[in-house]
């Protein structure tokens, strides 16, 4: 510092001031003046310590990364060093105005959420892959595991060659009323032999006695008697002898469920003497149906022989009886 009068540096001071009465006379610092001028140095020492705080980061901010790689070792030249071809060429070329960056765009808001989510929704499941096609081992393996599946054409086949049971019925029950139908006709004949050979005997026996008897028919007459089989008159031994009739048919015949009990059904019985049965006729108005009508039948000559003793003067070889159901 320069050398300088001592009143001079006194009245330049910071920490002095002169009297202003300009009597040059020092005046003393107060505590105000103290204050301040601390206040002046810290700020002043605030002020460079943030100049200095800017300019390390600017310095940090513009600092470049350095590439890698060998650098480049470039020679500047002037343009007026160039040739005036290549300066013309430099003119014609159009520099390109720097674009500006994009701007990024704002990203969108949002969206409020509902006050109650819904349900989230069931994924779909993709298909099932089908299988690859297995080898023949696989297969037979596998058809081997697998239980015997039925053959049902095969069985619907062999249900339809089978008749119904329906039809299987019917058929039994037609080859019984055949077996039924020759089993009468059988006995019809037995009978019909039988009565023809009783018919015989009867006839040889009444030669016979014709020829035994004495030629002279000096006796007087006797009184014919009833013929067997002509028919008597006595009602009371008639009845009698048709109720013997049908209790005795009754006895061998099952009523079918089809007649009710009381249904009456005329019918004319053909009979030798002794009761034996030649024929059995249904007349046409009887009122069972058809397997009523066989099964009396069948009864009249399972009845063989019919009841004789004890109604020879009321037998007669063709009797009409009017039958009727009851059970035994």
């Given at each position: 510092?320069?050398?300088?009068?001592?009143?001079?540096?006194?009245?330049?001071?910071?920490?002095?001031?002169?009297?202003?009465?300009?009597?040059?006379?020092?005046?003393?610092?107060?505590?105000?003046?103290?204050?301040?001028?601390?206040?002046?140095?810290?700020?002043?020492?605030?002020?460079?310590?943030?100049?200095?705080?800017?300019?390390?980061?600017?310095?940090?901010?513009?600092?470049?990364?350095?590439?890698?790689?060998?650098?480049?070792?470039?020679?500047?030249?002037?343009?007026?060093?160039?040739?005036?071809?290549?300066?013309?060429?430099?003119?014609?070329?159009?520099?390109?105005?720097?674009?500006?960056?994009?701007?990024?765009?704002?990203?969108?808001?949002?969206?409020?959420?509902?006050?109650?989510?819904?349900?989230?929704?069931?994924?779909?499941?993709?298909?099932?892959?089908?299988?690859?096609?297995?080898?023949?081992?696989?297969?037979?393996?596998?058809?081997?595991?697998?239980?015997?599946?039925?053959?049902?054409?095969?069985?619907?086949?062999?249900?339809?060659?089978?008749?119904?049971?329906?039809?299987?019925?019917?058929?039994?029950?037609?080859?019984?009323?055949?077996?039924?139908?020759?089993?009468?006709?059988?006995?019809?004949?037995?009978?019909?032999?039988?009565?023809?050979?009783?018919?015989?005997?009867?006839?040889?026996?009444?030669?016979?006695?014709?020829?035994?008897?004495?030629?002279?028919?000096?006796a007087p007459p006797r009184r014919a008697q009833p013929t067997p089989g002509a028919g008597g008159t006595d009602p009371s031994l008639l009845a009698r002898y048709v109720a013997a009739l049908q209790h005795a048919i009754t006895r061998q015949?099952?009523?079918?469920?089809?007649?009710?009990?009381?249904?009456?059904?005329?019918?004319?019985?053909?009979?030798?003497?002794?009761?034996?049965?030649?024929?059995?006729?249904?007349?046409?108005?009887?009122?069972?149906?058809?397997?009523?009508?066989?099964?009396?039948?069948?009864?009249?000559?399972?009845?063989?022989?019919?009841?004789?003793?004890?109604?020879?003067?009321?037998?007669?070889?063709?009797?009409?009886?009017?039958?009727?159901?009851?059970?035994?």
């Amino acid at each position: 510092m320069p050398a300088c009068r001592v009143r001079a540096c006194w009245a330049t001071s910071p920490t002095h001031r002169a009297n202003p009465s300009g009597d040059g006379a020092p005046v003393k610092q107060t505590r105000t003046d103290t204050g301040l001028a601390v206040a002046q140095a810290l700020l002043l020492h605030g002020a460079l310590l943030a100049l200095l705080l800017v300019g390390l980061h600017w310095s940090k901010a513009t600092s470049a990364e350095a590439a890698q790689g060998e650098p480049i070792e470039a020679e500047l030249i002037s343009a007026s060093d160039l040739s005036p071809a290549m300066q013309r060429a430099l003119q014609r070329t159009p520099v390109k105005p720097r674009q500006p960056p994009p701007k990024a765009e704002p990203k969108p808001l949002p969206e409020p959420l509902p006050d109650a989510l819904p349900p989230p929704a069931q994924r779909q499941l993709p298909p099932p892959v089908p299988d690859p096609a297995p080898t023949e081992q696989v297969r037979v393996q596998r058809d081997a595991a697998l239980p015997p599946v039925p053959n049902v054409r095969r069985e619907q086949e062999q249900q339809r060659r089978q008749p119904p049971q329906v039809e299987l019925d019917a058929q039994r029950e037609t080859e019984m009323e055949r077996q039924r139908q020759r089993q009468i006709e059988d006995l019809r004949r037995q009978r019909a032999q039988a009565a023809r050979t009783a018919s015989m005997a009867e006839q040889r026996a009444q030669q016979l006695a014709d020829a035994r008897a004495p030629a002279s028919n000096a006796a007087p007459p006797r009184r014919a008697q009833p013929t067997p089989g002509a028919g008597g008159t006595d009602p009371s031994l008639l009845a009698r002898y048709v109720a013997a009739l049908q209790h005795a048919i009754t006895r061998q015949w099952t009523r079918p469920d089809t007649i009710a009990l009381g249904q009456k059904c005329r019918m004319t019985i053909h009979q030798a003497p002794g009761g034996t049965v030649l024929n059995v006729e249904i007349s046409p108005s009887c009122s069972y149906d058809a397997q009523g009508r066989q099964s009396i039948e069948a009864a009249v000559f399972k009845a063989d022989p019919l009841p004789y003793a004890g109604f020879e003067t009321v037998f007669n070889r063709n009797l009409d009886i009017n039958f009727e159901a009851a059970d035994p």
